[in-house]
């Protein structure tokens, strides 16, 4: 097997944000793949590399984000281990001809896909089963003085979080602000 045919490419509409869905080598024990692997990710055209892996916990409900980093501006290739969240990507570039436009991709321990959200977007997720385990690969390391939050509920986004009640939001991201009154990259 070649390290390309280890994973697929699937576009999104913002280009750039790629769903991956690796091949899952299954059998009787259980299952294998390949989460990462450099010269795969090169053939994909994703060149960046990575510095940090992060990991967090949440239960039903929890929606975190809309994170990005103004400098030292992270790219992000994140997975869901264990249980389901709804993934999503803002783009946060004014020169863009997506700026301000948005992807929510399921992301599953059953469905084992994974999304690269390259430096520029702004990333947050929902969980919707009773509980996730979600990883991330970041290209920066976190620097809090760059951090900046976008509202999850910016009505200008119009995202569709898919939320049953009200989420779980940190103090931190309610204090996000609308995308119009946002720093953003050029």
């Not at 280009?15 to 899952?24: A, M, N, S, W």
């Not at 990005?68 to 946060?92: C, N, S, W």
């Amino acid at each position: 097997m070649h390290a390309m045919d280890a994973i697929k490419k699937i576009p999104t509409s913002l280009p750039g944000v790629v769903i991956l869905e690796p091949r899952v080598f299954g059998d009787e024990r259980g299952f294998f793949l390949e989460s990462y692997n450099e010269k795969a990710f090169e053939g994909l055209g994703i060149r960046e590399r990575f510095v940090q892996d992060n990991h967090s916990g949440s239960r039903r409900n929890v929606l975190r984000g809309l994170h990005y980093q103004i400098k030292q501006a992270q790219g992000k290739l994140v997975r869901a281990v264990e249980g389901e969240i709804l993934d999503v990507a803002v783009d946060v570039r004014r020169s863009s001809p997506t700026f301000g436009g948005w992807e929510a991709v399921v992301l599953s321990g059953e469905n084992k896909r994974m999304l690269w959200i390259p430096a520029g977007f702004a990333h947050g997720f929902r969980v919707i089963s009773e509980s996730a385990q979600v990883l991330y690969k970041a290209t920066d390391y976190y620097a809090p003085e760059h951090e900046r939050t976008l509202a999850w509920n910016d009505p200008d986004l119009k995202i569709d979080w898919k939320v049953d009640g009200d989420p779980i939001v940190s103090a931190k991201d309610l204090r996000g602000v609308a995308l119009r009154d946002a720093e953003t990259f050029e």
